[in-house]
């Protein structure tokens, strides 16, 4: 599809169209924007209204689902738009076919400065079971220095921290401003990753900084360097018409179940590593999480064996995992006495940062269909995929970015890889190859994100909007040192 007929821009402020010219920076006094010592003084005084905002967009059910954009997500794209533009972001709106509308934008950048790209999405997952929340997932709700509700970590937190550094400089950054903030990276983004390397000018930045991250464990600098693709896997078998009685048939009826078990049961090793050929793993050859510290956050039972072998974090940053996330087959509750004929699984892969994902699914999808448990054939079938992330971290950027990092919380940054996936970030790295990529943000590892009682901590909050903010002045600094943007 032509590429005029797959978007839309037209400049918005409070939600309203109007024309508008970009305004030149070039002449801008620094007057009243942060200097490095009073960057934590100038945010601390922000907070208040940053949490204001906070709560109101948390309050937005923007649940982003497949084949729908809904009031809800609209409402909360205007509302991103309008604090966008309230900071001095000439904004408009992406829209591409099937998806939730982007906030897109820019601040020019002054002569010789590089340029930043700030992302994050405004969509989030459902709130799930009711009855385990103990405030209303869309109420937020401040308790013990943290604010609760669906979002407030992943990652509307990441949203208005974007604002909040650009309200530090009162509009004025010393770096060029670009901004992506999208509404359905919840659900794979849909439209959206395809397009970057068809329009690249929309994404020209000489650094990325990508919110939707935060730090390892509260108090800990992280700088997120590695995102591992993920992939889904549809597998079902179909043997009867119908159930029959396993007194009567069971033992040589052939079982969909049973098959689909073993079928499952041979993605694995008897110790937990993926047997699957073809997916790629490497040893993890930086800083790693502990066992005691990853059992905390995962809230292992002290009992309870890891699974796999090797490094840890081989296992979880630059290894491959299959997981079961989805399953139809007969409730135990109400059971009756029967083979069944029917079964069906879905199937969740991590790949390796480097691996491509479709390569990775090929391989998972030819695995099962080899297996035949029994000499029964299943019907495998690929689910959407996303490619992985490594960023190079020698650049100017990443020297910024542990200066700023370091500074906002007081500590020493630490590296560190992800197990997630974000569908978008490989395409900026597509799109944009010399482009520097930070992961960075609000979150940390005990935020409960996806789950109940999710929760974002306003001193992660309020440090990741510091460190944002002092980064554009570092950022600016070494470009100006090394003869200005690339």
Known sequence: MPIDERRTYWLTVAGKRKETTVRDTSSTSSAGVPASDTAIEIVAALMPSLKTDLGELVRIPSVSVPGRIDD???RAHDMVARLFSEAGVEVGRLDLPGTAPAVIGQIPAPPGAPTVLLYSHYDVVPAGDATQWETPPFEPTEHGGAVY?????????????????LRAWE???PVGIKICIEGYEEIGSGALPSYPPTDPEVFRADALIIGDM??????TPTLTTALRGMANVFVEVRTLKSGKHSGQYGGAAPDALLALVAAIASLHDEHGNVAVAGLRRNEWDGPAQSEAEFRQLGEVFAEMALIGTGGLASRIWSGPAITVIGIDVPSVDGAVNAVSPHARALLNVRVHPEQDSVEAQEAVMSHLRNVKPFGIE????????????????TGPAYEAARVAWAQAWGAEVLLAGSGGSIPIVSALARALPDAEALLVGTTDGYANIHGPNERVLLDEFEKAVIAETKFFREFAARAATTGGAT
Do not use: E, M
Not at 151 to 164: E, L, P, R, W, Y
């Open 72 to 74: 809800d997500l609209l």
């Open 378 to 393: 299943l019907d495998v079938q690929p689910g959407p995929t996303g490619d992985g992330f490594a960023a190079v971290t």
């Open 171 to 173: 509009g004025r950054p």
């Open 214 to 219: 935060g730090s390892i464990t509260p108090g």
């Open 149 to 165: 509700g669906r979002g407030t970590a992943d990652t509307k937190s990441n949203v208005i921290a974007h604002v909040g550094a």
